[in-house]
Structures are given as structure tokens and as C-alpha cells.
């Protein structure tokens, strides 16, 4: 009788763990509407992601991640990320998707099943504007010292062009240190230059000079995800009956938009 008992409580235990095993590498979609939370590995990144007056995310990317949150049922919650351990937090589910401002690199195309493109971008040098007309090209800058986000793209044309950098947490901690008069310049994405420098801006003394790179934005699921189809699916809505167009003019990057 006991080892009926004892057989009947592991065969049980057994089941519990496949059904969970199952459901562990079964379906992210299932998954995030379970829990009921679409979680969103983001940085501060205007005009992608960034936080209004009253403490609340908005930005083009921040927008449409709302907008798929509410097609699939769930809240929507943004989490800051050291954008260097984007793909370690993606793997161990700290995060559900990556959507960011993100360039589709080949380590990010390796490590995460990423969407279509859907905005183009650059990698441009950020000077004081007194001394802009000085520089032309990537040979121009070659001498100056600069800042650059960890792990970004604009942390990779430095290297590829060989420039001497130091390596910060965020791209707004790069434009500081220029605005600080601590680096020379720095490399930020073109969108971030066009809402973040210039006049208007809390940085009205600075300037985007020279492109160093074109690039493309994605965004990142975990390798395998069905949820990557799906954000392809509802971009592609958006992009159709206007939202995209409408969300992009807010923020002022509709020309950046590309087409399904």
C-alpha cells in the first residue's frame, strides 16, 4: 500500500514538472497573458522612451509598446536596463521584449528574434555648435576625445573608426559630458540628436555635425518567441489605418518611419 502511495505522489510530482516544463518553452504569448504584463527592457531615450512631468514613459517606441500591450489584454510596465546586459536580461525573463530605439546589429540578430525594421536611423557626432564648422568628416573628428553609450552603436563606429571614447551608461550621460566641456563630443542616434540638441532643447549650445553611419531600428524577443510575429502583425496594422503616422508626428520622427 505505501509504495502504491509513494509511486502515486512521483508520478504526480512527474507531471507537475513536464506540465511546467511545458509551459516554461511553450508559447511567449501565452506566457505574457498569463501573467497578465508585457514587460519592456527600455533606457532613458528621447524621443523613443522618456518620461513625461508626471513621472510617466511616453515616445514613439513607448507608444506603440502600449498599443500592443492593450491587443493583447495586459498592462504595459517599462523597466530601465544597463542597455549592455539587454540580451541577458531578455533570456532570464527579467524582460519580455527589447524595444528601444534598438539597431539591428549582428550580435542582435544572433541573440533575439528580431522584427522588421521600422525606422531608419544614423550615427551622428555631437559637438558644440561654436565649433561645428570645423568638422566635415569622419577624418575631421578623428582627433577630438568622445563619449559614447555602453554597448550602443555608437560605441561601435568609434571603435570601427578608432577614436579614442570613454564608455557611459546612457547616450544623455555622452551629450552631458559634451555640454560639460569634459569630451570633446560625442556619438548618438540622429533621432535622439533631433530631440534632445539644439535650439528649444535643454542642450541649445550643441550640434550634430558629421553621420557616421546609416542603420536600421528593430525590436527584440527572445529567440523563438511567437511574440515577434505578432508585434510584426500589429506594426503593420498600425501602419496602415494611420496610427504609426500619427504617433511618429507627435514625436517628430515620421520621416524615419519605414514600411512594413
Given at each position: ?195 534632445m540638441i539644439g535650439p528649444g532643447t535643454s ?58
Amino acid at each position: 500500500m505505501k509504495k502504491r502511495i509513494v509511486a502515486s505522489i512521483l508520478l504526480t510530482a512527474m507531471l507537475g514538472l513536464t506540465a511546467c516544463g511545458s509551459k516554461a518553452s511553450g508559447s511567449d504569448l501565452d506566457y505574457i497573458k498569463d501573467k497578465g504584463t508585457l514587460i519592456v527592457g527600455i533606457t532613458d531615450f528621447a524621443p523613443m522612451d522618456y518620461k513625461d512631468d508626471s513621472g510617466n514613459w511616453i515616445g514613439f517606441d513607448a507608444d506603440l509598446a502600449k498599443k500592443v500591450g492593450e491587443s493583447l489584454g495586459v498592462d504595459v510596465e517599462f523597466v530601465e536596463i544597463d542597455w549592455d546586459n539587454k540580451i541577458l536580461e531578455l533570456n532570464n525573463k527579467s524582460i519580455d521584449v527589447v524595444w528601444n530605439g534598438m539597431t539591428l546589429t549582428d550580435e542582435v540578430k544572433n541573440s533575439m528574434e528580431c522584427t522588421k525594421p521600422y525606422l531608419n536611423n544614423a550615427q551622428v557626432v555631437v559637438v558644440p555648435a561654436a565649433t561645428a564648422d570645423q568638422y566635415s568628416d569622419a577624418a575631421s573628428v578623428s582627433g577630438l576625445s568622445f563619449a559614447v553609450e555602453s554597448g550602443s552603436a555608437g560605441e561601435a563606429a568609434a571603435e570601427d573608426n578608432g577614436y579614442s571614447f570613454t564608455s557611459l551608461q546612457s547616450q544623455s550621460d555622452a551629450v552631458m559630458e559634451v555640454d560639460a566641456g569634459t569630451s570633446d563630443a560625442c556619438i548618438i542616434d540622429l533621432l535622439m540628436a533631433g530631440a534632445m540638441i539644439g535650439p528649444g532643447t535643454s542642450f541649445p549650445d550643441l550640434t550634430h555635425t558629421v553621420e557616421l553611419t546609416t542603420e536600421e531600428y528593430g525590436i527584440g524577443c527572445r529567440k523563438g518567441s511567437d511574440l515577434t510575429a505578432y508585434i510584426n502583425e500589429q506594426l503593420a496594422g498600425y501602419y496602415a489605418d494611420g496610427t504609426t503616422t500619427s504617433i511618429a508626428t507627435t514625436y517628430g520622427v515620421q520621416d524615419a518611419v519605414i514600411a512594413p
